[in-house]
């Protein structure tokens, strides 16, 4: 597979302007890539930019800090599949896998999980690797997995820091082939981008999208 199509070009942040995603569209539509990542105010206009491509529709739920109710991430991500969504990239409740509190999160991702296969869209689980300890990385990807999720996600991009290698080889470690990897945050180049792969990711999330398929 060509190194585009694993990349989720991506802008997300708060200060972004209409023109600034129109930008990103085109530009995924030019390199052809896996999809455009955006926060869920721009889902519509985005899946509409995107109908007549191949580049998936991508957005986040209960981001970036993944500590609001259920109820909250399950309407966010119907909401987000009628205006036209294909993936959703939710953040787990960081906060109650720290503190031990399994059956919480397997709940939270469960409802999602739920809610957006029952509109055969994809689920994408955050587990903001930067925050938690290994045996927590290796509880977060197994909740995802036994809550029905697609893939686990290293990173939001927004805390203390985003992808690392070991953190994609420990989550492709847990998972084995049964979900997808997607390494997110702070990929900025070629061969970041390949040493993910490498490392076992499916997906890449990234800004720097263009130059990392430009560059020799």
Known sequence: MKLAKYIDHTILNADATEADVDKVIAEAIKYDFASVCINPYWVKHTAAALKNSDVKTCTVIGFP??????????????????????????????????????DAVLADIKAL????????????????TALLTHDEKVRACQLSEKAGADFVKTSTGFSTAGAKVEDVKLMRETVGDRLGVKASGGVHSKAEAEAMIDAGATRIGASASVKIVTED
């Open 65 to 102: 800090l993944g500590a609001t109710s259920t109820e909250s991430k399950v309407f966010e991500a119907k909401q987000a599949i009628k205006d036209g969504a294909d993936e959703l990239d939710m953040v787990i409740n960081i906060g109650e896998l720290k503190a031990g509190h399994d």
């Open 113 to 128: 999980a739920d809610a957006v296969h029952a509109e055969d869209k994809l689920l994408k689980v955050i587990i903001e």
